[in-house]
Structure formats: structure tokens, C-alpha cells
């Protein structure tokens, strides 16, 4: 079974109205007011993972700012998942800065989303202030038993949309305090997942935490694949296509060019997604 657990999908009308979002959100016009950057409805992703041979995706839309924005947006997420079901798995999305993110979560928890995500602060912020907020929606997760799903992203190289100006100190902050729910970090952790080669604290930290594959294309040579399955215990990667930023054929590609063995390769590809979301 191949599981992509990092897709974005956009409301038909958010999709072809996106540019009455922008003056309201400073960050979904950072994301998607450049030319190229591509939007995807719940069927084309479908017609997407036909195409490359993709079984079940995890779903989830944008944090906004605006609360009725995120609530329209993740009950087309629900509604998506319920009409193409069981190959899309939701995740409730919002703006973890907002002080209406748990009451949306605990919503969204309820109607049948499998966690929250993809949670970002894409722009400058108070740390501090951010943590705490992290923390009221990690307490929705632990007391539905959910999974979460951050973005992390490296804190060196070029500048792109959406590279927040968070660094990994903040992220290994999220991962202690979100300690006992299964947290995964996108983009490979923003490079967190090197870490786990450092002694005690480090391992017991992130101990229950995955990360996904999404833009490694865009981030990382594609040795990373063989390299970190040889770092991590075994479990821990889960692929991700950041759909539709990256058609998931690129990944299992590169996989396969990067003298992945071929066990590790179908773990990577689905097997540890399956065993984390329970599926068979």
C-alpha cells in the first residue's frame, strides 16, 4: 500500500477566487500569489494518485487566519474524505497562533478528522507566545489520541514562500512538549531528524517522532533517502508529496535511484504510514 501523508487540497472556489484571500491573509497571498504555485481540488488529487499508483493520502487545507475561512476549508476536508472514502484521511488545519484554534480543532476532532495539520507560522512571531499556543492544540491531540503534523523547514539555504523564519530550537521545544502524541515534522524535521544521532536526551525527545518527505526533492540530494534509514530507528520516515507542489512519481524515483533497499523503500512508501494511521 502507498500512503502520501502531506497533500493540500483547496475548496473549487478558494482555488478559483484565490486572490480576494490575499489583502485578509498575508499568508496564504506569501504561498500562493506567485504565478506557479499550483492549487489542487479533493478529485484531481485523486486523478493524481490513480496516476501514480498512490492508495490512501492525508488531507488537509491552510491556517488561515480568517475563522470562518478555516472552518469552510476543513469542512470541505471532511466532506472530501467522506465522498472518496477510505482513500483520503483528514486533518483538521488551523492558524495555531489564533486563540479560536482548539475550539475548531475539538470540532473538526469530533467529525471524524484522524489529527491536525499541516499547523505553520509562516511569518515572524512571538516564540514563546507560539509554544504556548502549540500547547492548548497538543492537549485536543493527546485527549482524542490523535496524530499531528507540524511544518519544519531548514534554517540555512535559499529563501522561498513559505520558509518560516522559525529555527530547529523551536521545534525541539514542540517535540518536548508534545510529548506522547505522534508527532510528525514535515519537510524531514527542517533537518531536526539529523539529531537523532546525538546521545540520551535527544532520543528520548523525539522519541515518538516521525518525519515526512515533502519538497525533498526541492531541499535534499537524493541520498538523504538512504542516509536516513540508516540514522533513524525504523518507522520514522513517512513519505509525503506536499501534492501538488511535487507529483509523488519524482519521489519514488529519486527512492529508487538512491540505492534505497527495496524493504526500506516500501516502509518509506507506506508501510510505516499504515502502521501509524492503523491501517491494513
Known amino acids: 500500500m502507498r500512503i502520501d501523508v502531506h497533500t493540500h487540497i483547496f475548496p473549487p472556489e478558494i482555488i478559483w477566487g484565490r486572490e480576494r484571500h490575499f489583502e485578509s491573509d498575508p499568508w496564504f497571498k506569501l504561498l500562493y500569489s506567485p504565478p506557479k504555485s499550483r492549487m489542487a481540488s479533493a478529485g484531481v488529487l485523486i486523478d493524481a494518485?490513480?496516476?501514480?499508483?498512490?492508495?490512501?493520502?492525508?488531507?488537509?487545507?491552510?491556517?488561515?487566519?480568517?475563522?470562518d475561512t478555516v472552518t469552510r476549508h476543513n469542512d470541505y476536508i471532511?466532506?472530501?474524505?467522506?465522498?472518496?472514502?477510505?482513500?483520503?484521511?483528514?486533518?483538521?488545519?488551523?492558524?495555531?497562533?489564533?486563540?479560536?484554534?482548539?475550539?475548531?480543532?475539538?470540532?473538526?476532532?469530533?467529525?471524524g478528522a484522524a489529527g491536525l495539520g499541516e499547523l505553520a507560522v509562516y511569518g515572524p512571531c512571538d516564540e514563546r507566545t507560539a509554544l504556548g499556543r502549540f500547547r492548548d492544540l497538543f492537549d485536543c491531540c493527546r485527549s482524542r489520541r490523535s496524530v499531528l503534523l507540524v511544518h519544519a523547514n531548514e534554517p540555512v539555504g535559499h529563501v522561498y514562500p513559505g520558509k518560516a523564519p522559525l529555527g530547529l530550537d523551536f521545534y525541539y521545544r514542540l517535540a518536548a512538549d508534545a510529548a506522547g502524541i505522534p508527532l510528525i515534522f514535515g519537510h524531514w524535521g527542517g533537518g531536526l531528524c539529523f539529531y537523532e544521532l546525538l546521545k540520551k536526551e535527544a532520543r528520548e525527545v523525539l522519541a515518538n517522532v516521525y518525519y515526512d518527505t515533502a519538497a525533498s526533492p526541492f531541499l535534499y540530494d537524493a541520498s538523504i533517502y538512504r542516509h536516513m534509514s540508516e540514522v533513524l530507528p525504523a518507522g520514522k520516515i513517512l513519505f509525503g508529496s506536499d501534492y501538488p507542489l511535487i507529483k509523488p512519481a519524482r519521489y519514488f524515483r529519486e527512492m529508487a535511484e538512491s540505492g534505497l533497499p527495496g524493504p526500506h523503500m516500501e516502509a518509506i512508501c507506506g508501510g510505516n504510514a499504515a502502521r501509524l494511521f492503523g491501517l491494513t
Do not use: H, Q
Open 49 to 67: 494518485m490513480d496516476e501514480d499508483g498512490v492508495d490512501r493520502a492525508v488531507v488537509f487545507g491552510f491556517p488561515w487566519f480568517d475563522t
Open 78 to 111: 471532511l466532506e472530501s474524505a467522506a465522498k472518496y472514502s477510505p482513500r483520503l484521511i483528514p486533518l483538521a488545519c488551523v492558524n495555531p497562533l489564533t486563540r479560536s484554534g482548539p475550539i475548531e480543532a475539538e470540532r473538526c476532532l469530533r467529525a
